[in-house]
């Protein structure tokens, strides 16, 4: 009875320790995806915020040179012209004769195979 108690004794100060070691190991592994996971969700916050100080040290030098207004007075222009390229696209008759050309075509050769599978 002894030998047995000995020997169930023995058996467990072994097993033990490696069951220990991988919880360990397992915890580990789930820390390292942890850590890997909150990296990723932060490293997009982190870039949004150093961008919006580099914008903020930029308008301050700009103000403090006095080119704050000439650069705010070329961005509104680029778009203006933006817009004014944007409505003269939309205005271009050759857009629409096109699509409709396209949607002719389109429609007779539905009619065409129509008839070829009504023969």
């Not at 850590?35 to 580099?54: D, F, N, P, Q």
Request: net charge positive; hydrophobic share 35%; glycine share 4%.
């Amino acid at each position: 009875m002894k030998k047995y108690v000995l020997l169930a004794g023995l058996s467990t100060a072994l097993i033990s320790p490696n069951l220990f070691a991988q919880n360990l190991l397992k915890d580990a592994v789930r820390l390292n995806r942890d850590i890997k996971e909150t990296k990723a969700e932060y490293k997009g916050e982190l870039r949004r915020t150093e961008h919006k100080l580099k914008k903020a040290r930029r308008s301050a030098e700009e103000l403090a040179d006095g080119s704050y207004t000439k650069h705010q007075l070329s961005k509104a222009e680029r778009k203006a012209a933006k817009k004014v390229e944007k409505i003269k696209d939309g205005l271009d008759p050759r857009d629409e004769i096109s699509d409709k050309v396209r949607r002719d075509i389109k429609r007779e050769k539905r009619k065409a195979i129509n008839n070829w599978l009504a023969e």
